[in-house]
T-cell receptor, first 114, second 113 residues
Framework: AQSVTQLDSQVPVFEEAPVELRCNYSSSVSVYLFWYVQYPNQGLQLLLKYLSGSTLVESINGFEAEFNKSQTSFHLRKPSVHISDTAEYFCAVTQITGFQKLVFGTGTRLLVSP | EPEVTQTPSHQVTQMGQEVILRCVPISNHLYFYWYRQILGQKVEFLVSFYNNEISEKSEIFDDQFSVERPDGSNFTLKIRSTKLEDSAMYFC???????????FGQGTRLTVV
């Protein structure tokens, strides 16, 4: 079985500041890793994913995450946040075999203020 | 851009009533899922569906729950006799094939009173 830990339930930052949202996972088998974002009153949108290859993955809107197998982490970073980045961010894992259900963390609410 | 569509966006029902939550997955997708999120808690897996049958279900998905793909486009979640603790946001998701991303719908907020 897999589990995901997002220790920070809420992260307040000022606009244009850097941010890191932490994600650690536990699994006895190989996994794929994802970050989903949920804007207010909207559904879950995929932000970025790690399936294989380079351990550093990037999204089109400036977020990046690095898969660290030894630390079982997949932290999300952005060097300069915007007000529009205010949302709930969910880290998720799925084992690479089977029907690939997603196991989610509890989410981190990113609050960007001017 | 293709998307997963869920209806209704919000449903209020009385305890003990049956509800059906509807989803239209992306048309060429083969794997379908339901998840739920109780207010303030994490998103939890309920069930996965492939080749017209349940492929995996969680312990939450008891006899009160059922899923169906009645035609080529809809994927429904039925709760036979709702309880107060069924109040949650329910998300449908679909995936084209293994090792690709899952696309989520906007969710249906179910409120049981």
């Amino acid at each position: 079985a897999q589990s995901v830990t997002q220790l920070d339930s809420q992260v307040p930052v000022f606009e244009e500041a850097p941010v890191e949202l932490r994600c650690n996972y536990s699994s006895s088998v190989s996994v794929y890793l994802f970050w989903y974002v949920q804007y207010p009153n909207q559904g879950l949108q995929l932000l970025l994913k790690y399936l294989s290859g380079s351990t550093l993955v990037e999204s089109i809107n400036g977020f990046e995450a690095e898969f660290n197998k030894s630390q079982t982490s997949f932290h999300l970073r952005k060097p300069s946040v915007h007000i529009s980045d205010t949302a709930e961010y969910f880290c998720a894992v799925t084992q690479i075999t089977g029907f690939q259900k997603l196991v989610f963390g509890t989410g981190t609410r990113l609050l960007v203020s001017p | 851009e293709p998307e997963v569509t869920q209806t209704p966006s919000h449903q209020v029902t009385q305890m003990g009533q049956e509800v059906i939550l509807r989803c239209v997955p992306i048309s060429n997708h083969l794997y379908f899922y339901w998840y739920r999120q109780i207010l303030g808690q994490k998103v939890e897996f309920l069930v996965s569906f492939y080749n017209n049958e349940i492929s995996e279900k969680s312990e939450i998905f008891d006899d009160q729950f059922s899923v169906e793909r009645p035609d080529g486009s809809n994927f429904t979640l039925k709760i036979r006799s709702t309880k107060l603790e069924d109040s949650a946001m329910y998300f449908c998701a679909s995936r084209a094939e293994m090792n690709t991303e899952a696309f989520f719908g906007q969710g249906t907020r179910l409120t049981v009173v």
